[in-house]
């Protein structure tokens, strides 16, 4: 069924159907169109439009719609297809056989417009808080990590050199506050999401005295938006969800990529658990990080969602245009993509083995102690450009011996300066390099642990 035929004599060109229906994807907003329609009855009888009898049919029938599709979400595709033009065309026809001429009432006053900005609203809403509910899962586990690896420590890395020593719970801290600033970010564009366009009309706004603000309470939206052609035409609340989705899923791309190199036998900090790796179906000794390789690969599709937006409304005209029902398919790919990245997160960190003894050695090797030789030097009042040199000179020394700096005789030392006496050893070790650094935002282990409990305060105080 169409919704427009009357001014037209021949029907639709199969190849114009094809390009142009959008029921086998926005069949998805089929619950959220059915709530907006609801409310629109609502408001039609507000305005004495519709009769408060009227509305209640036309309410009890949708209802009734919405909860046959609610049981069995397929049902527009097996019924539409083929037949509707998208989901809105969908429900007014399902109506239309459920109830009869009523049904054709209900579109007074509406455009599929508004209509259709307001399912996204309402779709977009919904998906958000579940991805955070899923985010916080997927914090939890990097804190759990953090708190199960308390006193481990990894080697730190600049440009994939060994840097300096770190606590692990720091690198998994690290994550955490990136999916925090996600959630944030979510929450932001969550209050740009909660605006009401219906009532705004096909451009001009409706031209029955409906409650605007009413209305947006029924669908409990924070406001109406204040603008009808921009109301009809704006899709910065997907951007903006996009643009969430997008950064979200750089950051497990970041932590996926950090999960792979560590679990490589080069490095050998991590093992996979069996349930989130697979293996070679040619070479038998292969265990292979997939999950952790998809949260680093994943990323691209939704970063291209982000892009495929932008680039559809970019130079687009007032008001609405067709170009806008390409916003749905990037919106719910970038979505789903998000939920499985968020979702695997937990189960990959929970199953994570820890080479503690591996990891140590890591952060043991590199000289990673060699700021603490320039700070210790630094400390018997040397000026830090110099003592920078001098430990470098050290390290070129280290390197000739094969030993660590650590390990070098104090004679060896002393030769580099003087001013080096026995207590040094005791500031080269990897404890006194974290303690060194219980600074606000390092990795010294009291400051860990209060970032961590900060953290799962934090946490367990969002809802
Ligand atoms: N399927 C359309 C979309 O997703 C619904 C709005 C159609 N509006 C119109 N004037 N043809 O954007």
Redesign the pocket.
Same mark, same amino acid.
């Given at each position: 069924m169409a919704l427009w035929g009357g001014r037209f004599e021949s029907g639709p060109d199969a190849i114009f159907r094809e390009i142009n229906d $959008?029921l086998h994807f926005?069949a998805r907003l089929a619950l959220c169109d059915i709530d907006g329609s609801i409310a629109w009855a609502n408001a039609l009888a507000r305005a004495h439009v519709l009769t408060d009898d009227e509305n209640v049919r036309l309410r009890n029938a949708l209802l009734a719609m919405r909860a046959t599709i609610a049981a069995d979400p397929q049902v527009p595709l097996r019924d539409g297809l083929g037949k509707d033009e998208?989901i809105?065309t969908f429900v007014e026809r399902r109506l239309t056989e459920s109830l009869g001429p009523l049904a054709k009432k209900l579109h007074t006053g509406r $455009?599929?417009?508004d209509q259709?900005a307001t399912d996204l609203r309402l779709w977009t809403r919904h998906a958000i808080d579940a991805r955070l509910a899923e985010l916080k899962a997927a914090r939890a586990s990097l804190l759990d990590l953090a708190a199960r690896e308390r006193t481990t420590v990894i080697s730190g890395y600049t440009h994939l050199q060994r840097a300096q020593p770190l606590l692990l719970a720091h690198w998994a801290l690290a994550y955490e506050a990136m999916l925090a600033r996600d959630s944030v970010r979510f929450k932001d564009a969550r209050a740009r999401v909660n605006l009401c366009p219906l009532g705004s009309g096909?451009l001009a706004g409706t031209a029955y005295p409906i409650d605007r603000y009413a209305l947006a309470q029924d669908l409990y939206f924070a406001a109406p938006t204040t603008n009808s052609l921009d109301a009809v035409s704006d899709r910065d609340f997907v951007l903006e969800t996009l643009a969430a989705i997008a950064i979200t899923a750089t950051h497990i791309s970041r932590l996926g990529e950090d999960l792979v190199l560590y679990g490589s036998q080069e490095f050998n900090f991590f093992e996979f658990g069996d349930q989130v790796s697979s293996g070679s179906s040619l070479m038998p000794q292969k265990k292979n990080p997939d999950a952790a390789e998809l949260m680093r690969g994943k990323a691209a599709r939704t970063i291209g969602s982000l892009v495929t937006l932008l680039t559809a409304v970019k130079g687009l005209p007032l008001a609405?245009n &067709?170009d806008?029902?390409e916003d &749905?398919e990037p919106l719910f790919d970038a979505m789903d993509t998000l939920s499985l990245m968020l979702r695997v997160t937990p189960v990959v960190m929970r199953t994570l083995k820890v080479r503690v003894d591996v990891c140590r050695k890591a952060a043991e090797g590199g000289h990673s102690n060699a700021t603490d030789l320039a700070d210790y030097l630094v400390e018997k009042n040397i000026p830090f450009r110099e003592a920078h040199d001098l430990v470098g000179k050290a390290v070129r020394r280290a390197l000739e011996l094969d030993i660590s700096l650590d390990r070098m005789p104090l004679d060896e030392l002393r030769a580099i300066s003087p001013v080096i006496a026995q207590d040094v050893f005791s500031r080269l070790t990897i404890e006194a390099s974290l303690n060194r650094r219980e600074v606000l935002g390092g990795t010294g282990p009291k400051v860990v642990h209060t970032a961590l409990t900060k953290a799962q305060e934090q946490l367990n105080a969002e809802q």
């Open positions: $959008s926005d998208d809105h $455009s599929r417009n259709v096909a609405y &067709k806008l029902q &749905k």
